[in-house]
C-alpha cells in the first residue's frame, strides 16, 4: 500500500508569490493534517481536516489556507510567500481524528522561498 | 500551556554506547505521550507510543521508553545503538481534545561507527 504522498518534493519560490502543496492521504484515511517543520525545530501544526471540513487551525496567519477533496487529498495554499515561510511542510493522515490514532506522514514538501 | 520539551539538541555517541533522551511534559489530565524518528532523507515515522497501562513501552528497533508521572518525563532509551540510528528523534503528544500533535524540538543523534 502507498504510504502519504506529497507533492512536490521541493519549490522554490520568490517572496510575494503563492504556493500550493498537495497530499494524498493513505486509502482509507479520512483525516488529514499540515504541519511545517522550520529547521532545527520540531513540526508545528497548522490545519486539520476530516471530511473535508476544517477541525482545527493553529498559530498561522490567514496567508495559509486549506482544504479536503472528496477523495480526502488535500491542498495547503500559502499567499504573499515570505522568507520566513521556507520550511519543510508535512502532511499526515490518519484513520479518523482521535487522540488513540495513529498518524501517518509523508516526506514532506521543501519550499523554499528567495 | 500543553507543552513537550526535549534536554539535548545534539547528541553523540559511539556504536555500542547506550542512549537515554529526555523528554519532559507540561499538562495534567490524561496523558499521550509518542517518540518520532525521522532517517535523513525519511518521512516521521512512530518509535512508540503510550496511552495507558504498563508505563514502560517497547517500541521498533529495539527502542524503549519509560513513562514516570511522578517526573513528567518520558525518556527514550536502547542499551546498544548502531550506526543506523543516526536520525533526529522527536518526542510527542496529542493534543487534549484530539488528534492534533505537538512536538519537541528534536534530538538529533549521530552515531560514531
Known amino acids: 500500500d502507498a504510504g502519504v504522498t506529497q507533492s512536490p518534493t521541493h519549490l522554490i519560490k520568490t517572496r510575494g508569490q503563492h504556493v500550493t502543496l498537495r497530499c494524498s492521504p493513505i486509502s482509507g484515511h479520512k483525516s488529514v493534517s499540515w504541519y511545517q517543520q522550520v529547521l532545527g525545530q520540531g513540526p508545528q501544526f497548522i490545519f486539520q481536516?476530516?471530511?473535508?471540513?476544517?477541525?482545527g487551525r493553529g498559530n498561522f496567519p490567514d496567508r495559509f489556507s486549506a482544504r479536503q477533496f472528496p477523495n480526502y487529498s488535500s491542498e495547503l495554499n500559502v499567499n504573499a510567500l515570505l522568507l520566513g515561510d521556507s520550511a519543510l511542510y508535512l502532511c499526515a493522515s490518519s484513520l479518523v481524528p482521535a487522540r488513540n490514532t495513529e498518524a501517518f506522514f509523508g516526506q514532506g514538501t521543501r519550499l523554499t522561498v528567495v | 500551556a500543553q507543552s513537550v520539551s526535549q534536554h539535548n539538541h545534539h547528541v553523540i555517541l559511539s556504536e555500542a554506547a547506550s542512549l537515554e533522551l529526555g523528554c519532559n511534559y507540561s499538562?495534567?489530565?490524561?496523558?499521550?505521550l509518542f517518540w518520532y524518528v525521522q532517517y535523513p532523507g525519511q518521512h516521521l515515522q512512530l518509535l512508540l507510543k503510550y496511552f495507558s497501562g504498563d508505563p514502560l513501552v517497547k517500541g521498533i528497533k529495539g527502542f524503549e521508553a519509560e513513562f514516570i508521572k511522578s517526573k513528567f518525563s518520558f525518556n527514550l532509551r536502547k542499551p546498544s545503538v548502531q550506526w543506523s540510528d543516526t536520525a533526529e528523534y522527536f518526542c510527542a503528544s496529542p493534543m487534549n481534545r484530539d488528534d492534533k500533535i505537538i512536538f519537541g524540538k528534536g534530538t538529533r543523534l549521530h552515531i560514531l561507527p
Open positions: 481536516y476530516y471530511e473535508k471540513e476544517e477541525r
Open positions: 499538562y495534567g489530565g490524561t496523558v499521550n
